[in-house]
């Protein structure tokens, strides 16, 4: 199952909004093929594997890193492939949680007497999909906020500069993250004031959907994220910014305002949602992130910290209202490691009561 779940990462990033899938072809105590997802509407990683496997496959033992699908969508059921094939017993690591797979896989394997057994290296195989199983539970894409800063938390000097914080090594693992996603969001200011192209560029990979959010949309014509000649950029605004967004590459989505003023965090998720889009990385700025926060819609935080000390400059979060230590924003699940000289914190924002 270890095997299968390595195959599976090979597909991270690519088959959105399919998961990411690994399977691995056992016979006679040896490995004879193995097989891995590779995009949207392609072979299966059970598909590939037992193409692989060939006459091999009869008697054999099928593990895969997600339940086999019985249903027909752009390929056929890896249900029957798996029957058609011989395989004598399938060991899957967890249920799919998409309600046209859930259960029906392995009752249709069952049924024809195949002998399945689950639950193998589960927590491994669902926080390699952690987006998917997020999407298919909550009804709205998993969301990361990525940031990079100083020891004193700032994400700029107070002149803007940010180019650049962390050291290349970091850099080359944030692009790692842009290419594993549907899209990257960043705020008004930040565009209006970095710029930033949102592309993968110090790994291969494919460029994400890029959004930006602004409630007044005012963007300078000049932009280069609203000039791009290849991915189209949407810009989230009111329907009064809407009116103010002069780009013919921009793609916009208009939205009404809440009393604030500002676009609802939820019904932004509910559209990119409609889009398809699963995982989003929220890479600034400090006051959109701060709504993300408020709004409970950060499930993921990501940081690299620089060894250095700028003084005032722009933090990486707005104000929160924040007044006392025991109502800050605390993590579960916290990891820590070392990325070349910065480090890189990774944790889970915890889930307060109603």
Same mark, same amino acid.
């Given at each position: 199952?270890?095997?299968?779940?390595?195959?599976?990462?090979?597909?991270? !990033?690519?088959?959105?909004?399919?998961?990411?899938?690994?399977?691995?072809?056992?016979?006679?105590?040896?490995?004879? $093929?193995?097989?891995?997802?590779?995009?949207?509407?392609?072979?299966?990683? +059970?598909?590939?594997?037992?193409?692989? $496997?060939?006459?091999?496959?009869?008697?054999?033992?099928?593990?895969?890193?997600?339940?086999?699908?019985?249903?027909?969508?752009?390929?056929?059921?890896?249900?029957?492939?798996?029957?058609?094939? !011989?395989?004598?017993?399938? #060991?899957?690591?967890?249920?799919?949680?998409?309600?046209?797979?859930? !259960?029906?896989?392995?009752?249709?394997?069952?049924?024809?007497?195949?002998?399945?057994?689950s639950d193998i290296l589960a927590a491994e195989a669902?926080?390699?999909?952690?987006?998917?199983?997020?999407?298919?539970?909550?009804?709205?894409?998993?969301?990361?906020?990525? #940031? $990079?800063?100083?020891?004193?938390?700032?994400?700029?000097? @107070?002149?803007?500069?940010?180019?650049?914080?962390?050291?290349?090594?970091?850099?080359?693992?944030?692009?790692?993250?842009? $290419?594993?996603?549907?899209?990257?969001?960043?705020?008004?200011?930040?565009?209006?004031?970095?710029?930033?192209?949102?592309?993968?560029?110090?790994?291969? !990979?494919?460029?994400?959907?890029?959004?930006?959010?602004? @409630?007044?949309?005012?963007?300078?014509?000049?932009?280069?994220?609203?000039?791009?000649?290849?991915?189209?950029?949407?810009?989230?605004?009111?329907?009064?910014?809407?009116?103010?967004?002069?780009? @013919?590459?921009?793609?916009?989505?208009?939205?009404?305002?809440?009393?604030?003023?500002?676009?609802?965090?939820?019904?932004?998720? +509910?559209?990119?949602?409609?889009?398809?889009?699963?995982?989003?990385?929220?890479?600034?700025?400090?006051?959109?992130?701060? +709504?993300?926060?408020?709004?409970?819609?950060?499930?993921?935080?990501?940081?690299?910290?620089?060894?250095? /000390?700028?003084?005032?400059?722009?933090?990486?979060?707005?104000?929160?209202? /924040?007044?006392?230590?025991?109502? @800050?924003?605390?993590?579960?699940?916290?990891?820590?490691?070392?990325?070349?000289?910065?480090?890189?914190?990774?944790?889970?924002?915890?889930?307060?009561?109603?």
């Open positions: 199952m270890k095997l299968a779940l390595t195959e599976a990462t090979k597909g991270v !990033g690519k088959t959105s909004p399919n998961p990411a899938v690994g399977a691995v072809v056992v016979a006679d105590g040896r490995v004879v $093929a193995r097989g891995w997802h590779r995009r949207a509407g392609t072979a299966h990683a +059970e598909i590939a594997a037992l193409r692989a $496997a060939g006459a091999a496959a009869r008697g054999a033992t099928l593990y895969v890193s997600l339940e086999p699908c019985n249903h027909t969508g752009r390929t056929g059921p890896c249900t029957t492939a798996i029957i058609e094939a !011989g395989i004598r017993r399938v #060991v899957m690591a967890t249920t799919d949680p998409n309600p046209r797979v859930r !259960g029906r896989g392995r009752r249709r394997l069952q049924d024809a007497g195949l002998e399945v057994r669902r926080q390699l999909n952690e987006a998917y199983f997020h999407v298919h539970r909550t009804g709205r894409p998993f969301v990361t906020v990525k #940031v $990079a800063v100083s020891l004193d938390g700032q994400i700029a000097t @107070a002149a803007g500069d940010s180019r650049w914080i962390t050291g290349l090594a970091a850099r080359r693992e944030s692009h790692r993250l842009r $290419a594993s996603v549907d899209a990257v969001v960043i705020g008004g200011e930040t565009a209006r004031l970095d710029d930033p192209s949102l592309t993968v560029r110090h790994t291969r !990979g494919r460029n994400p959907h890029r959004v930006i959010v602004t @409630a007044s949309g005012k963007l300078p014509g000049g932009l280069g994220l609203l000039n791009t000649t290849d991915e189209r950029t949407v810009v989230a605004t009111t329907t009064g910014g809407a009116k103010r967004v002069s780009s @013919a590459r921009a793609d916009v989505w208009s939205f009404r305002t809440t009393r604030g003023g500002r676009i609802a965090i939820d019904s932004l998720l +509910e559209r990119m949602t409609g889009a398809g889009w699963q995982s989003v990385l929220l890479e600034g700025g400090g006051k959109l992130i701060a +709504e993300f926060l408020r709004a409970g819609r950060v499930d993921k935080w990501i940081q690299f910290t620089a060894p250095i /000390i700028i003084g005032p400059g722009r933090a990486s979060v707005s104000d929160l209202g /924040i007044e006392h230590v025991a109502a @800050a924003v605390t993590f579960e699940r916290v990891s820590w490691s070392e990325v070349g000289k910065d480090q890189m914190f990774v944790g889970y924002p915890k889930r307060r009561a109603a």
